[in-house]
């Protein structure tokens, strides 16, 4: 059964970095598209990013330019990097896997969730 696991989330001034972690478990995710989601209290879901088990990505605008997806086969795990963090970018960080070759922000392409890391951006 798949399991993932996001780390790497924490508290970071306006214009810092974070890298946040997705780990699975469970089985190999090369078949697999992960996506990357965020929830401010009060907000709905949001699409973040996305990776395919093609390769292909895919940028919510208002990370595009700052955030970049990364996927390792060999650690079983996705990355997301986050430059110039905004107070805007503040929220709980959850990754998604389906098993697609393209990959999709919408969070209804998914099937397996991890439990989410918090991002705080503030000064």
């Known amino acids: 059964q798949l399991q993932l696991v996001e780390s790497g989330g924490g508290r970071v001034q306006p214009g810092g970095s974070l890298r946040l972690s997705c780990a699975a478990s469970?089985?190999?995710?090369?078949?697999?598209?992960i996506g990357w989601f965020r929830q401010a209290p009060g907000e709905e879901r949001e699409g973040v990013s996305c990776i395919g088990s093609d390769g292909g990505t895919s940028y919510a605008r208002s990370v595009k330019g700052r955030f970049t997806i990364s996927k390792d086969n060999a650690k079983n795990t996705v990355f997301l990097q986050m430059n110039s963090l905004k107070p805007e970018d503040t929220a709980v960080y959850y990754c998604a896997a389906g098993l697609w070759s393209s990959c999709s922000t919408l969070p209804g392409f998914y099937d397996d969730w991890g439990q989410g890391t918090q991002v705080t951006v503030s000064s």
């Open positions: 469970g089985v190999t995710l090369d078949h697999y598209a």
